[in-house]
């Protein structure tokens, strides 16, 4: 199997590791000529991608092309060129408009009767404040009184959805298909840092089998509206035992899926080649293994070893996977010897989570006591817009 693979940021590298799981080919291309999933891939091209030439001098052969970007331009330049070469697009553009916008999402989650967060201003403070356009925690703030939210808000060109802010742990779950054999995968665990990215994922989840069953359910009926061809991510978080949805996003999603690979051997990117292949049939199968896994981001400099959003792995030189990395199963890393800083996306699995949460505590002291780092910190949200940063420094696990 050979696939082409569009953008080498956070997408790029969670398409670039499954593919490299399933043992496919892999063509790289982005139109920087440094990117984290080089390291990932066979071949790696620097391309302008809305050059339709020089997209078939590089993509002719390949059995699937994987969007990992969200340049609308380049998108429509993709499946435009794709649908006259007959070659297989694994995205749906219709569902894709509909939820890389906040604003049009929570219109269909309102149509629906889906829950959500209060909207402002029929909710207190604090308030989170998320740009429309855009997935993930970019541009997210947080307001505590009438005046800086106002103040920002008319500073601001952009469109922003207004929230209450809540406190639950938050969720995530992938559905997979096309009308009428939409398949949810696996519930998984997210732990968020100061600035709302996601830092870590473990599964299996510890919802109860009822809050796992009313968001399978929530998610499928979500698909089934938007007549999804592909795969969707869907995040809620828990607040008095309801699950309210933070956002959706047709597309290939980062972190999560790697994390389910681990738990249950079930591998998007191979579903997506199912899905958008002549049969265009689902191979996947309900999926009785769930091992546990903790998936998270770090990064090391002198004298620390931070635990962060995936934002610090973004924008790196190559990425290289390492097995057993300080005792952990694999480790996707910018590390060498010589450097000083380095990040790593560390993966732990045991029979059960507890044992895969252990394990992760070992592979993180013994990469302090090998690089004598004496500070430890894995700091949660930052609630308070005013809070400084050694006020956000008490609150960090050192």
């Not at 690979?261 to 080649?273: C, E, M, P, R, Y």
């Not at 265009?280 to 981001?297: D, F, M, W």
């Not at 949200?381 to 809070?387: D, F, R, T």
Request: with cysteine; aromatic share 6%; charged share 20%.
């Amino acid at each position: 199997m050979r696939v082409g693979i569009i953008g080498g940021n956070l997408q790029g590298v969670e398409a670039a590791y499954l593919a490299r799981k399933a043992g496919w080919e892999i063509t790289l291309i982005d139109r920087k000529p440094v990117v984290p999933s080089q390291g990932l891939c066979d071949r790696f091209i620097q391309l302008e991608v809305t050059d339709d030439v020089a997209l078939a001098g590089v993509l002719d052969g390949v059995d699937l092309v994987i969007p990992a970007l969200e340049n609308d331009k380049a998108l429509a330049c993709l499946e435009q060129w794709t649908g006259i070469a007959g070659i297989p697009f694994a995205f749906d553009t219709a569902a894709y408009a509909t939820t890389s916008s906040k604003a049009k999402s929570n219109r269909l989650f309102t149509l629906m009767g889906i829950p959500v967060p209060k909207p402002w201003p029929d909710c207190k403070f604090p308030v989170i404040a998320k740009p429309s356009m855009g997935s993930g925690s970019h541009g997210v703030l947080v307001f505590n009184e009438t005046n800086s939210l106002q103040n920002h808000m008319n500073e601001s060109n952009e469109e922003w959805v207004l929230q209450e802010f809540l406190r639950g742990p938050s969720y995530s779950l992938e559905v997979i298909g096309s009308p009428g054999q939409h398949v949810p995968l696996q519930v998984t665990d997210l732990g968020m840092d100061p600035v709302y990215d996601c830092k870590r994922v473990i599964s299996p989840t510890e919802l109860p089998e009822q809050l796992i069953s009313d968001f399978e359910k929530m998610s499928l009926s979500l698909a089934d509206a938007l007549g999804l061809k592909g795969v969707m991510d869907v995040e809620v978080i828990l607040d008095n035992n309801t699950l309210k949805v933070l956002e959706i996003d047709a597309r290939l999603p980062s972190q999560t899926p790697t994390a389910v690979f681990w738990s249950t051997g079930q591998n998007i990117v191979q579903l997506l080649a199912d899905l958008f292949s002549k049969a265009g049939k689902l191979s996947t199968a309900e999926n009785k293994i769930h091992r546990g896994v903790v998936y998270e981001h770090i990064k090391v400099e002198p004298n620390v070893l931070a635990v962060a959003g995936e934002h610090i792995m973004s924008g790196t030189n190559a990425l290289h996977i390492h097995e057993n990395f300080f005792g952990a199963d694999e480790a996707i890393t910018n590390y060498s010897p010589n450097r000083d800083v380095w990040v790593a996306t560390l993966i732990n699995c045991e029979d059960t989570r507890k044992a895969a949460w252990e394990k992760r505590n070992r592979v993180i002291k013994d990469i302090q006591q090998h690089f004598n780092l004496e500070v430890y910190c894995d700091s949660g949200p930052k609630v308070n817009i005013g809070e400084t940063d050694s006020d956000q420094a008490q609150n960090r696990r050192c």
